[in-house]
């Protein structure tokens, strides 16, 4: 026996009622780029540095340990920071999301030692723009080479380097990926000294 047809109704479709919709999670509404947000990049100051560690912590966590086998190391964080190295805040409406250290040297490589965003920030630009930033600030410091270490276990941070240009030079232990992005080409590069 034949099915009979439905009839259609004439017109646009109406979007349905949906009847017990999840609600999001925070980290969904968060991660979607607001118009008019404001990004700021600002030297860390000493009252930072429990946030910082904190956050580094919260994000890093889990991959130092598949790493390197050991809990993560708050302390030499904290004494990296007292440090004086220079490592930069980033707000997002003057909160902070992320920060970044780097490490300069004399033969014009800057190595990244950290680039840590909020993961409920994550995957809105910021990582993206500040690694922007930073190869603006080296340029201008006369550096023609970025350098990071990106532990194998960290396959996201991995994608996210070579996106950005950046290209393996080196493994080292334990588990280790060194790139290197070139920002002024033809430059006489330096030696790949490990660690940094």
Do not use: C
């Not at 050991?70 to 920060?99: C, D, K, W």
């Not at 950290?114 to 500040?130: P, T, W, Y």
């Not at 493994?171 to 920002?183: D, F, M």
């Amino acid at each position: 026996m034949p099915t009979p047809k439905r009839s259609r109704r004439a017109g646009p479709k109406r979007p349905r009622a949906r009847a017990a919709s999840k609600p999001e999670r925070p980290s969904q509404a968060a991660a979607r780029p607001v118009r008019g947000e404001e990004i700021q990049y600002r030297a860390r100051r000493p009252e930072d540095d429990e946030w910082i560690v904190e956050l580094a912590r919260r994000e890093l966590g889990r991959v130092h340990e598949q790493a390197f086998g050991e809990p993560f190391p708050e302390g030499e964080l904290r004494q990296y920071l007292a440090s004086g190295m220079p490592t930069v805040v980033i707000e997002r409406n003057r909160r902070p999301v992320g920060f970044y250290s780097y490490l300069p040297s004399a033969e014009g490589k800057v190595h990244v030692s950290a680039l840590v965003i909020d993961s409920k920030f994550q995957r809105m630009g910021l990582g993206r723009k500040a690694m922007e930033k930073l190869e603006s600030d080296v340029k201008r410091m006369g550096a023609h080479t970025l350098e990071v270490f990106i532990q194998e276990v960290n396959p996201r941070s991995l994608a996210f380097a070579r996106q950005l240009g950046f290209r393996e030079v080196a493994r080292v232990e334990p588990r280790t990926v060194v790139l290197w992005k070139i920002l002024a080409p033809g430059a006489a590069l330096p030696p790949v000294d490990m660690p940094f």
